[in-house]
């Protein structure tokens, strides 16, 4: 779209859209916390600086619990519109990658540095505001990273994903551990009694590779003989209703590992397939000097982050938030431009349409993996693969059948809403303007973090994108048979000042949520306002920011507060290049 103006037109139609659509649920925001990375002496602040990432509340005590990369942070929610950092705890010589709570345990997951084969789960008795100190009870070693950990309702099981990154030793040599998943048990509802741990591998499914890659599977890093269960990486974990099973995604691998709880075995890996791009419309190029949105003759990997499970019509459906994902090491890497590669005549019988693909504003720029899609006696690749989905999907439980996929939603309705913010990518001494577009060649939006919630018979589901910060929202109706996600509205905490950099911006403390790690929804029957509440962790900005999530029938016909009406954002853009 070279024209300005039809870009003039199309934001001010969208500013028109935005004033008279009624919409049914949206944000109010209420405060944001600034979270120090470092609480000695004088607190210091900073973007990308580890403070905060993952956080899960208490009900009862109006506590969140947030970890950093080497902090754990309580904070007190009871007033929602003033939280109040009450007490952390540092912990040395660790990075602290998740956090959970159950029972009055707090279970925390941290990847040792020095002996990263011995990373472990530490459990504190919960903090409360009669005590000043943080008990700790058990301190148990599980593996190489563990991912994220996730406990059953009676909180004698948690179950955790051991991602086992690879890594490089002194002599650069790639070491790729084992990935597995933990199952930790408490013999009693006395958590600081005894537990047993076992970890379940992936070696059965070594020999099944081959099958396994027909269905979308990927096995990655071969290097040096590496096998399939080493190279799997564990990431996030879903329990379906009853508890018996665990939903676990394997990013790189492009696939969801399936975990009995009750025999304790991983019994299935369900490929995700392909998504064919050129069936939707998204911007592949960040030197094209604006946004275009095409579609284009090539794949993407689904590769998820974050997986939640519900039912709808009572039927089990597993929702992802596609991230996408590469692995890449200081002497290998899967990674590759697509100008770089050379192309077959069946991507592209005509070779001037090749060619022309090649160009950095069309396809030349585009990350693509090298590991799929190569013809194996020409050399020559028959067809492209990128990472990420740019969306979120939903799939039935049963079958792993895809059953809806967001498709180009991200990239568009940045566009229409908050044009400015399009596939940018938050930089500490980079101006907002400059930033735009700069993602389109990676992942675009990078959708990583996802939540649900539940407001009468409507599903509200929620999902963070990584750049620039930005959260979607979509609903689904809970009586259909089938879900039917409908577009709410995006939410991005960023002001239109585009002569600041994003380092400015923050020490004004203006922006908030940039790289939404991870997303709390709060009920109404829990939440200390009587409404439900969202809270959004950012861990690119170091911010806990607490929202009332507004749910409105469309009939009613007032506006909600808090709905964003902007809807001049690419307007704004425009203005700031001029």
């Known amino acids: 779209m070279k024209s300005s103006g039809l870009r003039c037109t199309i934001a001010i139609l969208s500013f028109l859209l935005q004033i008279s659509a009624s919409v049914k649920v949206s944000l109010e925001k209420l405060t944001t916390l600034y979270v120090p990375h470092s609480f000695e002496g004088t607190r210091r602040y900073g973007l990308s600086s580890g403070a905060v990432a993952r956080a899960v509340f208490d009900p009862e005590a109006k506590l969140l619990f947030a970890v950093g990369s080497k902090n754990i942070i309580i904070v007190d929610t009871s007033d929602p519109r003033n939280l109040t950092n009450t007490r952390y705890l540092p912990l040395t010589g660790v990075d602290i990658t998740d956090v959970a709570y159950c029972g009055g345990y707090i279970f925390v997951a941290v990847n040792n540095k020095s002996d990263p084969g011995k990373g472990r789960v530490v459990v504190y008795q919960a903090y409360n505001r009669g005590s000043s100190s943080i008990t700790e009870v058990h301190k148990i070693v599980v593996g190489d990273r563990p991912e994220m950990l ?39 509802a006395n958590i600081s009694g005894t537990y047993t741990f076992r970890k379940l591998d992936f070696k059965h499914f070594n020999d099944k590779v081959d099958e396994l890659a027909t269905r979308g599977v990927r096995h990655v890093f071969r290097e040096n003989n590496n096998p399939f269960s080493n190279d799997v990486e564990p990431e996030h974990v879903t329990f379906n209703t009853e508890e018996t099973k665990a ?127 190569k013809n194996l006696t020409t050399g020559k690749y028959d067809k492209l693969y990128t ?49 735009f577009d700069s993602r389109s060649d990676d992942k675009g939006p990078e959708p990583e973090s996802l939540e649900l919630g539940y ?28 879900p039917q996600p409908v577009y709410q509205g995006m939410y991005a905490d960023v002001p239109s000042e585009f002569a600041k950099t994003w380092g400015e911006l923050y020490a004004e403390r203006k922006v908030t949520n940039l790289d939404p790690e991870d997303l709390v929804f709060v009920p109404a029957s829990k939440s200390p306002t009587g409404q439900p509440l969202l809270i959004v962790i950012g861990a690119n900005s170091g911010t806990i920011t607490t929202y009332n999530v507004l749910h409105q029938k469309h009939s009613d016909p007032d506006p909600l507060p808090g709905e964003n009406q902007e809807g001049l954002g690419y307007l704004l853009w425009m203005l700031c290049t001029m």
């Open 150 to 188: 996730l406990p059953t309702s009676d909180c004698r099981k948690v179950v955790i994903t051991i991602e086992a990154e690879a890594y490089q030793n002194k002599t650069g040599l790639v070491i790729d551990p084992e990935g597995g998943v933990g199952i930790l048990k408490f013999d009693t």
């Open 247 to 373: 939903y676990i995604s394997l990013q790189e691998n492009n696939a969801i590992a399936e975990v009995d709880l009750v025999s304790e075995t991983i019994t299935a890996i369900h490929g995700l397939g392909f998504k064919d791009w050129s069936k939707f419309k998204m911007d592949a190029s960040d030197k094209d000097a604006d946004v275009h949105l095409k579609t284009w003759p090539i794949f993407g990997m689904y590769q998820p982050d974050a997986v939640k499970y519900t039912e709808i019509g009572n039927i089990g459906y597993l929702i992802t938030a596609n991230e996408g994902d590469a692995k890449e090491y200081k002497n290998w890497s899967e990674e590759s431009r697509m100008a770089e590669l050379e192309l077959s005549d069946i991507f592209e019988s005509n070779a001037t349409r090749r060619e022309e693909l090649r160009q950095i504003t069309q396809l030349g720029r585009l990350k693509v993996t090298k590991i799929e899609g």
């Open 387 to 435: 990472y990420g989905g740019r969306s979120f999907s939903i799939w039935r439980a049963d079958t792993m059948e895809q059953v809806y996929d967001s498709g180009g939603d991200f990239e568009y309705f940045t566009f229409l809403t908050n044009g400015f913010l399009f596939n940018s990518n938050v930089d500490d001494g980079r101006k907002l303007c400059a930033s």
């Open 455 to 482: 407001i009468d018979d409507t599903l509200v589901i929620f999902i963070g994108n990584e750049r620039p910060g930005s959260l979607m929202i979509y609903t689904v109706d809970r009586t259909k048979s089938l």
